[in-house]
């Protein structure tokens, strides 16, 4: 993990200064949850709202089966149902966090302490029909191989919606998975808009992605 300063929120720079591992990240969001939004909302994060009309550009119909994988307080949530969707699933480490999400109304179903790496274990396979990601491909939060962990959800001809901060992608290898999933043909880069609005502490890029089958 980088030691310089990224964020000017301190809450914010000590999650992108966590170490990945499941247990430090879901305790530092148990105790971050009650302040999540303030600090986020404080900070023009703008991910959630980008990555939902993202999708409804590319998969209009309303009753969708949709997941948001690693929903934390469910920002993202609350941006599909204002689009309409009304079938959307959530799941997050922190079960703070997902308490949270419960109560905006805008889920069918949440689950807590679901580690993103194993959520095969917890959801069957090709079961969704878009699976959307924002905030989690981030810096101390999980590994890029976690993208084909979520494709493995999504149905043939289904949607992965992903964001990354740019410092997360130029740090890992993202790129590299991307590229195997690409050229094994599991999956089609169907969007990417790079240096993108994320947050006041930098952009994001954003991706769309459909599996193959």
Known sequence: MPDEKISSNEAIDAALHLDGDPEHVKQFYEDWAKNYNIDTT????????????????????KDSKLLDAGCGTGLVGVELQSL?????????????MVELAAATGAYRQV??????????????????????????????????????V?????????????STRTHYYDQTNFQQVVDELTTNQQAELVQLIKDAPYNNDGDGHYWVFRKSG
């Open 150 to 162: 979520l494709l493995g959800l999504a149905r043939a001809g289904g949607l992965l919606v992903i």
């Open 42 to 61: 404080g900070s023009d994060y703008t991910g959630p709202m980008i990555a939902a009309k993202l999708l409804h550009q590319h998969l209009a119909a």
């Open 111 to 148: 689950l807590g302490s679901i580690d993103m790496m194993r959520a095969s274990q917890s959801y069957p396979a090709a079961s969704y029909d878009a699976i959307l990601s924002v905030g989690v491909f981030t810096l101390g939060h999980v590994p890029p191989g976690a993208l084909p």
């Open 84 to 96: 309409g969707y009304i079938n959307v699933d959530g799941f997050d480490l922190s079960d703070s």
